[in-house]
């Protein structure tokens, strides 16, 4: 569940309100191309635009309609009150696993961020997955503290931003880390440009979120990973420069995969939780010509 593809896909608005038959389609697209882990309620899942009851309601769909991929459900909240509230719903939906990353509106100490992780799996009777999401979160992890945590029960996984893009520098990046955390706890790339570079470096996972919308795009990627073909992995992402370029310029991801979503007929336009919005005008039309050159269907 921790290794190899975990596909993230959106969670599809239509006139304010989530998409159940959409999202549907996006986790059976994910399932029928085989990826090894679905990740619900991410940050490109929206969870922070989502209630309560959304959310228990996206888990129980992702579950019931991944088949025999595991599910990973995202917790995150502002208090761990509520953190522990959404626990409780994705276990009970059937999570296989959950994800957490320390949000705020003030500013968090790392001992509040480890308190965070020690109330929640002191609850948990499913792995968690640690989201080190800064860009996001305003809160840098250390080392030290992602050590700390790891130690923690039920802790398997580390999803860490970008990697360095220097393939050396990637590479003393991710073996620095796995000195201060146990083997059983793997390490998952996140930030998809850097992605290849990542698991060239050693990372176990890719929590992608090109995975989320097209599968089998990212899970080549990864199988070359998995077969020690870096040069292979290399070219296949290199090969998207283009996206990924896209999502320098918009941002971020969300924005873009949302728009591709779209344009692909997968989602309804608009498909984002309001205030935000998808590509427009000539950047949407930029986006369009990109997926047809680089054939992503």
């Known amino acids: 569940m921790f290794s190899g593809l975990s596909a993230f896909p959106l969670t599809p608005m239509k006139h304010d309100v989530v998409d159940e038959m959409a999202f549907i389609r996006l986790i059976e697209r994910l399932t029928d191309a085989g990826v090894d882990s679905i990740g619900a309620l991410g940050s490109t899942g929206n969870y922070a635009y989502l209630t309560r009851e959304e959310r228990a309601r996206i888990a129980q769909l992702a579950v019931k309609h991944a088949g025999d991929v595991p599910v990973i459900i995202g917790i995150s909240a502002l208090s761990t009150r509520e953190v522990l509230a959404l626990a409780e719903d994705a276990q009970e939906a059937g999570a296989s696993a959950v994800l957490l990353t320390p949000m705020s509106y003030q500013k968090l100490s790392e001992d509040e961020v480890f308190g965070l992780y020690e109330a929640v799996t002191r609850q948990l009777s499913v792995p968690l997955c640690v989201y080190d999401n800064p860009g996001t979160t305003h809160f840098e992890f250390s080392d030290e503290l992602h050590g700390r945590i790891a130690q923690?029960?039920?802790?398997?996984?580390?999803?860490?931003?970008?990697?360095?893009?220097?393939?050396?520098?990637?590479?003393?990046?991710?073996?620095?880390?796995?000195?201060?955390?146990?083997?059983?706890?793997?390490?998952?790339?996140?930030?998809?440009?850097?992605?290849?570079?990542?698991?060239?470096?050693?990372?176990?996972?890719?929590?992608?979120?090109?995975?989320?919308?097209?599968?089998?795009?990212?899970?080549?990627?990864?199988?070359?990973?998995?077969?020690?073909?870096?040069?292979?992995?290399?070219?296949?992402?290199?090969?998207?420069n283009p996206l990924w370029a896209l999502f320098s310029q918009h941002g971020g991801s969300l924005r873009v995969v949302a728009t591709a979503a779209e344009l692909k007929g997968l989602a309804a336009s608009p498909c984002l939780p309001r205030p935000l919005k998808a590509l427009e005008g000539a950047d949407r039309q930029e986006l369009a010509g990109q997926l047809h050159e680089l054939q992503l269907t």
Not at 154 to 171: D, H, L, M, W, Y
Not at 214 to 221: E, Q, V, Y
Request: overall charge positive.
């Open 152 to 240: 923690l029960p039920n802790v398997g996984s580390i999803k860490i931003p970008g990697v360095p893009a220097e393939p050396n520098a990637a590479r003393v990046r991710v073996e620095r880390l796995r000195t201060f955390i146990p083997s059983h706890v793997t390490i998952g790339v996140s930030g998809d440009p850097l992605a290849a570079t990542g698991m060239n470096a050693g990372c176990e996972a890719w929590y992608s979120v090109v995975g989320g919308l097209f599968p089998k795009t990212a899970l080549a990627i990864t199988r070359a990973s998995q077969a020690g073909n870096t040069q292979e992995v290399l070219r296949l992402s290199e090969r998207l």
